[in-house]
């Protein structure tokens, strides 16, 4: 870490990532028109945890907004049982973005934020120097650290789904000046991208 005089503590890029890792359709959607996932449990997870072990391994931060954040509630009813929490994702804060009231999990560390990325980031970044922060979704709130000059890398599990319509994998223009295919990977009915994003200036 660094300090600028006039803007605070800059952290290093190498020292934490900012990663979106998600499933997604072949044509680029991440959940249908309700906000359903029935689409992901049709297809046969592969039996290779590697990639999951190796990316949530380095992951301390999370964030996601509304949409994803409830689907996790109901999903899992998360209200009643916060250690389904724990079981998937550990003790790891999570900043939630929205602009509505949400419940948060007891005894879970949820912190419902709103507004701009940037200092959320920071913040992010502040309470756990050194780790990753994940993305969970959904694909706006992508872009808005995208378009914060914010975003590393993202992983794909694509399904062999197609829905023609719902809520898009990330809703903006990345082109290949920006992004890096690093590794392809293949397991049952999933097929895994990791692409590097060059951050905005």
Known sequence: MTCDPQT?????????????FTACTLDG?????????????EA???????????????????T?????????????DMLANPQQWRDFYDNRPCWVFSHRDLPPIPTVDIRIVSGNVRPVYDEMVATLPG?????VGGGDLVGQFDDAGLLDEVWLGMRPV???????????????????????RH????????LDVARQR
């Open 8 to 20: 605070g503590p800059v952290y290093r890029r190498e020292m934490t990532r900012v990663q979106y």
């Open 29 to 41: 959607f991440i959940a249908d028109e309700n906000d359903s996932l029935e689409w992901l449990f």
């Open 44 to 62: 046969p997870h592969g039996e290779d945890e590697g990639d999951w072990d190796e990316f949530i391994g380095a992951i301390g931060p999370m």
């Open 64 to 76: 996601m907004g509304a949409t994803t954040y409830e689907w996790v509630l109901k999903q899992h």
């Open 131 to 135: 780790k990753n922060i994940w993305i």
């Open 162 to 184: 197609f829905l023609g319509a719902g809520a898009p994998l990330l809703p903006r223009r990345i082109t290949t000046r920006r992004l890096t295919l690093r590794d392809v």
């Open 187 to 194: 397991s049952g009915q999933e097929m895994r991208l990791i």
